[in-house]
């Protein structure tokens, strides 16, 4: 009888954690994407030298997951105050259907100086 009361909260609780540590990885793995892009293209002209590679590296450099190059924009320009910055957006799903709202926009961004 107990366990039929305690049941659901325990297992509600559990996947409220899985699905908050699935978001904190994909922050995460965004950020290290547009931080190592940003690097990338403020010191190695030669493999991040236009906006396309600089976002495919970034793309590449977001550990654990698979998004598209164009999640990533690039931004060379000087007026923006910090050298090479790049942003990410990304939408992310949760796993459950007990969100109203099934996807969270996810933002990331970094700057490097030239």
């Not at 940003?38 to 450099?61: F, P």
């Not at 997951?65 to 050298?83: K, R």
């Not at 957006?89 to 796993?95: C, E, I, T």
């Amino acid at each position: 009888m107990e366990f039929a009361l305690t049941a659901p909260a325990f297992f509600a609780m559990l996947v409220g954690v899985i699905e908050c540590g699935l978001l904190l990885w994909t922050q995460i793995g965004l950020q290290h994407g547009a931080e190592m892009a940003a690097r990338c293209a403020s010191i190695n002209a030669t493999l991040c030298g236009t906006t396309s590679a600089v976002q495919q590296y970034a793309a590449q450099q977001a550990f654990g997951l698979n998004p598209p190059s164009s999640t990533f924009t690039a931004d060379p320009s000087p007026a923006s105050g910090c050298g090479y910055k790049v942003s990410a957006s990304y939408a992310f799903n949760f796993l459950t259907a007990y969100f109203p709202n099934p996807a969270v926009t996810i933002s990331a961004q970094s700057c490097f100086p030239k």
